[in-house]
């Protein structure tokens, strides 16, 4: 049987990982600036998390979400503990994009209402409402164009008050650095008015965290770079290490009632382990102070660089824009210097979306290859 050809693919075949680096099966060693996509927080094969998935998996990997589950009980608090989210509660599930489908039903259900204001160049899944609220038309099939949404641009306050005015608006949903879309930021005020805006007119505020959560922006999360106070906060990439694991935090003043959402994996034991080991490193190696200084050094190196017009993004989650596409130099940084990096809709722009643990010597590394393959690369 083949597999349905959905992804265009490099030529290349990992087979193992260990820190920063991926080894392909002729035993190639990768710089991995990718993250596999912002998913790799705490290193490829962490020897905790190892051990804490192997551990779990022999006694028990499984069960259902009708029993007691002290795990996910130890994951709520300890995500508490670090995030600052004081008082939020969890719902577990999956992935990113179920996360957001969670989000948006929780602000459907809590408030009565179903129209959605989200932002142009925001991605936030592939199911249902979170495909609904990413503004990419390719993406979205007629079933998901029934939702009820409108896209305004980053910054225009004036535009989400006449929305919300409207009354109709259940959720604001916003990606406090969009990801997919190319690293855009909005601004300080613009994101507290909207926030403001969304308490007085019965509106949920959801930060999608699923790539900028879990200390990618120096910060646990990057709306704690605001003064804002989201009523749901979507997680899910850097959350397992690469187990699939994803959640909601649900502000206190939003009652839970039984059956209002539910999953048969989410929140399972092994997903627990995965995700308690990724937060004990988390904190044990300090990696949001190594996140801001590794931002620092990588921000410096990127000024020098005369072809990068414009570096966009916070923490380990960075944006080098340049004045031409950057296809082939991101293939001729795998296929020649053996470095991953990402791309974004934004076909000028690399993105950088490295395990936290990644350190100054990794960053030389990419910048003495950047400069070979730029002084190569015909624009
Ligand atoms: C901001 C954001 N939200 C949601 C998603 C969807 O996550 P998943 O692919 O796990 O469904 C992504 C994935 O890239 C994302 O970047």
């Not at 308490?199 to 709306?223: H, L």
């Not at 009632?257 to 995700?275: R, S, V």
């Not at 990127?302 to 824009?321: D, H, V, W």
């Amino acid at each position: 049987m083949p597999l349905f050809d959905v992804y265009p693919l490099y030529e290349v075949t990992p087979v193992s990982g260990k820190d920063i680096f991926v080894y392909d099966d002729k035993g190639t060693a990768y710089l991995d600036l990718y993250g596999g996509h912002a998913v790799i927080s705490i290193g490829h094969a962490h020897p905790h998390y190892v051990e804490a998935i192997t551990k779990q998996v022999a006694a028990l990997g499984f069960y259902s979400n009708a029993i007691q589950n002290p795990l996910q009980v130890a994951l709520a608090n300890k995500l508490e503990a670090l995030s600052g989210c004081k008082d939020y509660a969890l719902f577990l599930c999956n992935s990113g994009a179920e996360a957001n489908e969670n989000a948006l039903k929780l602000a459907s259900f809590k408030t009565g209402k179903s129209r959605v204001i989200a932002f142009k160049n925001g991605f936030h899944g592939r199911t249902s409402a979170a495909v609904a609220v990413t503004d990419n038309t390719n993406i979205v099939a007629p079933i998901n164009a029934q939702q009820d949404v409108t896209f305004l641009e980053l910054n225009d306050v004036e535009g989400v008050k006449r929305e919300l005015e409207k009354g109709d608006v259940c959720a604001v949903i916003v990606e406090f650095i969009q990801g997919v879309g190319g690293l855009d930021q909005g601004s300080k005020a613009f994101f507290e008015q909207v926030d403001a805006l969304c308490k007085t007119n019965n509106t949920f505020f959801i930060a999608d965290e699923v790539q900028s959560g879990y200390g990618r922006s120096g910060k646990f999360f990057a709306f704690q770079h605001y003064n804002v106070n989201p009523e749901v906060i979507s997680i899910a990439k850097g959350m397992g290490n690469g187990f699939p694991i994803g959640g909601i935090l649900i502000h206190p003043s939003i009652e839970a009632k039984h059956g209002m959402l539910g999953t048969t994996f989410g929140g399972n034991h092994l997903a627990c382990a995965a995700g308690l080991a990724v937060l004990n490193t988390i904190e044990e190696e300090r990696l949001i102070a190594n996140v801001n200084a590794i931002s620092n050094y990588f921000i410096s190196k990127a000024k020098s660089i005369p072809q990068i017009k414009n570096i966009k993004g916070r923490g380990l989650m960075i944006g080098l824009e340049f004045d031409f596409e950057i296809g082939n130099l991101r293939k001729k940084l795998i296929y020649e210097h053996h470095i991953f990096t990402g791309g974004a809709s934004n076909k000028k722009l690399i993105r950088i979306l490295p395990p936290l643990t990644i350190k100054k010597e990794h960053v030389d590394q990419f910048f003495e290859a950047l400069e070979k393959a730029l002084d190569h690369t015909d624009s």
